[in-house]
């Protein structure tokens, strides 16, 4: 047996896609300007390398990632092959890992909460808990994590939080990871230090690592093993990166001394864009540049190298062998985080605490204090129908202020998770809505008590001890909340910003409350479908039931 045993290969792709971002409009309509992005792109790459995928910007760096990951929008040809298996989005997903340009992480959780639930959600309960905790202690050792393991995801530096979003990723043992600029915003030495690690982790566990650079420093050359140099979707050389600068010098291009052979040969491979006639040169020099490699790139694109010193007894079936969760397990994994979140470990825990269970009663001590001198009859512009009002508004208003604040991090990291392949739209809704009811109804059962006792709104002569009513009275608001805070969830599961969202939400409820106040519905000449529309509102129905008039007459005899 090899000692290589991963390959991964690419033979002659070919992919179209957008090439511009586009408005809303055109996507919607699905006008937006595409073209070809990567043309007759060939490599492969073994267990045990790392490789850098270079070029400037537009080079098709990205969609190469997107390429090989299945994710990629618009029609691609050529083969994508996993031991000669044909790559296919579901073999991507079992068995590799994607570190994207920006992904966000649950703040809240530790770093070390971060990969135990990573590692509940993309490993079978096969393995047992014992391997998995196992796992998570030596994915912290590995990427020197282990001092900050406690620590809150907010509060670690640039490279940890890095560092801990690869981790993620290499919780599942995946046998190939894609890494899109993993190193951007780093000072040189966290840059050299997370090269050195993914660099150690290829080596030590045989497994195949991609990364892309816009500029990389010559002090990580050491580490890469293989290099690919993109211009506008050519391949200008890939190959090992030790006959890298032996190629370029055989066809008249040799590398200067104290130059950075990685960024001489990218700028080398980059249009120059600065006038007219350098475009047009550097264009025509590139283009031959592809052409040569075509004809005399062969061996350079083959060569693998000598052996790797990997030891495969270790390791030698990838933990993402085992399959992945069951549903159940997965629902308890992520009630499981989202109650971890609501620690009062940090800022964040607490913030997430006073949102959820204790935002509603404040505001309803703020109303005792206002009502407190409420008598049985109005004798002051204070009143009983004032008091209710201003309880269902509330409910209302701060159901959508709570759940803007609270389920845009579930959200986004959602979609981070659900293109891993791990749970779909549904199963996420329906969790969290397990996680979010029972702690709502909490929060709401203790500000209706401030209200409902503490002002009398239930029968006057059982002060205290109308627990009946109060659970009516409560549920009758928990009911707003309910309903207010999915329509929340719904706006943000469409609209990317949480505040757009929030906003409709209240102008929606802002609406709701108009059409189903008594006022409104007493009007005479109110059209029928606005008076219709109110029974399709939870506020028609915790306002009271108020019949439509029908006729001015009647109202007058009335």
Avoid at 318 to 347: E, N, Q, V
Avoid at 482 to 503: D, P, R, V
């Amino acid at each position: 047996m090899m000692n290589s045993e991963f390959i991964l290969e690419l033979i002659s792709v070919f992919h179209t896609g957008p090439v511009e971002p586009g408005s809303c409009l055109q996507k919607l309509v699905g006008n937006v300007p595409t073209g070809v992005i990567l043309k007759d792109v060939s490599l492969e790459i073994h267990g045990g390398e790392l490789m850098a995928i270079l070029g400037s910007k537009g080079s098709g760096k990205r969609a190469l990632l997107e390429v090989i990951s299945r994710r990629a929008q618009g029609p691609t040809r050529g083969q994508i092959l996993l031991n000669h298996v044909p790559m296919s989005l579901r073999l991507f997903q079992d068995s590799c890992g994607y570190v994207t340009y920006k992904t966000q992480l649950l703040e809240g959780l530790t770093a070390k909460h971060t990969l135990e639930y990573a590692a509940k959600l993309s490993l079978s309960s096969k393995i047992g808990s014992s391997v998995r905790c196992g796992r998570v202690r030596q994915v912290l050792a590995d990427l020197a994590l282990t001092q900050v393991a406690n620590r809150p995801v907010e509060q670690l530096t640039p490279s940890e939080y890095r560092r801990l979003v690869i981790g993620v990723q290499l919780i599942k043992d995946p046998l190939v990871v894609l890494l899109d600029e993993p190193a951007w915003g780093l000072d040189p030495l966290n840059t050299y230090f997370v090269i050195s690690i993914l660099s150690n982790h290829a080596k030590k566990y045989n497994r195949i690592i991609i990364i892309t650079m816009e500029k990389p420093r010559s002090d990580i050359l050491p580490f890469l093993d293989r290099v690919t140099y993109l211009c506008l979707g050519d391949v200008v050389y890939t190959g090992s990166t030790r006959h890298m600068i032996d190629y370029f010098r055989s066809i008249g291009f040799p590398c200067p001394e104290l130059e950075n052979p990685l960024m001489y040969y990218l700028c080398l491979s980059t249009v120059d864009r600065r006038s007219r006639e350098r475009f047009i040169d550097s264009n025509n020099q590139i283009a031959a540049l592809v052409e040569k490699f075509k004809v005399e790139g062969g061996p350079y694109r083959k060569y693998s190298g000598p052996p790797p010193d990997v030891d495969l007894s270790e390791h030698k079936v990838p933990l993402s062998a085992y399959g992945r969760p069951g549903i159940l397990s997965t629902m308890l994994a992520l009630l499981g985080r989202g109650y971890t979140m609501m620690f009062p470990c940090s800022y964040v825990g607490i913030e997430h605490l006073f949102f959820r269970i204790f935002l509603l009663p404040a505001f309803f001590f703020l109303l005792w204090n206002f009502y407190w001198q409420l008598e049985l009859f109005q004798r002051s512009f204070q009143s009983r129908g004032g008091l209710l009002f201003n309880c269902l508004a509330g409910t209302a208003f701060l159901a959508t202020a709570a759940t803007s604040k609270t389920f845009a991090q579930h959200r986004t990291r959602y979609y981070h998770e659900a293109r891993e392949g791990l749970y779909r739209g549904p199963l996420f809704i329906m969790t969290y809505n397990i996680f979010t009811l029972p702690l709502s109804y909490i929060s709401v059962m203790l500000a209706s008590a401030v209200v409902y006792f503490g002002l009398s709104v239930g029968d006057a002569e059982a002060v205290g001890t109308d627990w009946l009513g109060w659970a009516v009275f409560g549920s009758v608001l928990w009911a707003v909340w309910a309903f207010i805070e999915q329509q929340t969830i719904a706006l943000m599961m469409i609209i990317k910003s949480s505040y757009t969202a929030g906003a409709i939400s209240i102008a929606l409820t802002t609406f709701y409350l108009l059409v189903a106040s008594a006022s409104l519905r007493s009007l005479v000449h109110l059209p029928d479908w606005l008076y219709y529309v109110g029974h399709v509102t939870v506020l028609r129905w915790s306002n009271g039931k108020t019949k439509k008039p029908a006729s001015p007459q009647g109202e007058k005899n009335s």
